[in-house]
């Protein structure tokens, strides 16, 4: 017979894993999602101006502007629909959204519900956990490695952690 204590020690490591997957992943997304919305509106913006300055100069006698302004429009909204800046970032942060609940979960898993279960249930539980992180892991987009180090960075410089986390912590000093 296995020693429960021994199962419910290698569960918690496992939890404290799958969360700092999660977080890192999290953020990583969240920082992506930021770049790209922005992506969209520089795009998009100019692009809705210069079609817009385009169909005023139709009206004048200056058809070289006309022509160029509407080459600009049509340069930008092709970007646009090719790099498809804003699902890329509803992408992102729908993948961050999800590992968000898979990091809160893990943690109420670990911090309330386990000690209470029973060794089947305990099984069970960190098994999906760890199937939701390895499912968010195959269907999100790649996290860019820039936003993976800017994640990193503020994760390691305590802007992702709670407050009531940083009294306990100071408190245990």
């Known amino acids: 017979m296995v020693d429960k204590s021994k199962i419910v020690d290698a569960v918690i490591a496992e939890t404290y894993r799958i969360e700092e ?34 169909g005023i100069e139709a009206f004048s006698d200056n058809p070289e502007m006309t022509a160029i302004l509407a080459l600009l429009a049509a340069a930008l909204t092709s970007t646009m629909t090719f790099l498809s800046p804003q699902q890329v ?36 539980t960190i098994t999906e956990l760890a199937g939701k992180r390895d499912a968010l892991n195959s269907m999100s987009p790649d996290i860019p490695r820039w936003a993976y180090e800017k ?21 245990s000093k």
């Not at 590992?99 to 279960?117: A, H, P, S, T």
């Not at 503020?154 to 992702?160: E, L, Q, T």
Request: proline share 1%.
């Open 151 to 171: 994640a990193k960075k503020d994760i390691d410089a305590g802007r992702a952690d709670y407050n009531i986390d940083k009294e306990v912590s100071d408190d």
């Open 21 to 54: 997957d999660a977080l890192h992943s999290m953020k990583g997304h969240f920082n992506a999602g930021s770049l790209w919305s922005k992506a969209h509106l520089l795009l998009g913006l100019p692009s809705a101006v210069l079609a817009a300055w385009a």
């Open 89 to 124: 970032a509803d992408n992102h942060k729908n993948s961050g959204r999800e590992y968000n609940i898979l990091k809160n979960r893990v943690r109420r898993f670990r911090e309330i519900d386990l000690l209470q279960l029973e060794d089947d249930a305990i099984t069970k």
